[in-house]
């Protein structure tokens, strides 16, 4: 079993910037991806940012690129993904979600699907 697990949310004004992490225990970090997927109020989670752990390639939503952020500790004993994000908006506003899987290829990462693995979420507040 893989469990993901969020830090890093909070509040920031419109501008700033957080570093979420994500740790997924359990997880082969030599195949597969993690990703990022976000849920604002009343709209449906999307996923945002993803990174395959074996080459590093990454893909972005058009509403975060150039802004944010993934990338993957190889170095440190728990393999933390990192999503950096910048220039934060109010309609980043949202709960924050990780994912682990392996069956994706490309841009699929981004696609939500019920092979995933999922953490609980960690709220980010942009306030304007």
């Known amino acids: 079993q893989v469990y993901p697990v969020e830090s890093g949310g909070g509040s920031v004004q419109a501008g700033g910037s957080l570093r979420l992490s994500c740790v997924a225990s359990g997880y082969s970090y030599y195949k597969g991806f993690v990703a990022w997927f976000r849920q604002a109020p009343g709209k449906e989670r999307e996923g945002i940012s993803c990174?395959?752990?074996?080459?590093?390639?990454?893909?972005?939503a058009e509403s975060v690129k150039g802004r944010f952020t993934i990338s993957l500790d190889k170095h440190s004993a728990e393999k933390t993904i990192y999503l950096e994000m910048n220039n934060l908006k109010p309609e980043d506003t949202a709960i924050y979600y990780c994912?682990?899987?392996?069956?994706?290829?490309?841009?699929?990462?981004?696609?939500?699907?019920?092979?995933?693995?999922w953490g609980q979420g960690t709220q980010v507040t942009v306030s304007s």
């Open positions: 994912a682990a899987a392996g069956w994706a290829s490309g841009r699929l990462c981004l696609k939500e699907d019920f092979r995933n693995y």
């Open positions: 990174i395959y752990t074996y080459d590093n390639a990454t893909y972005y």
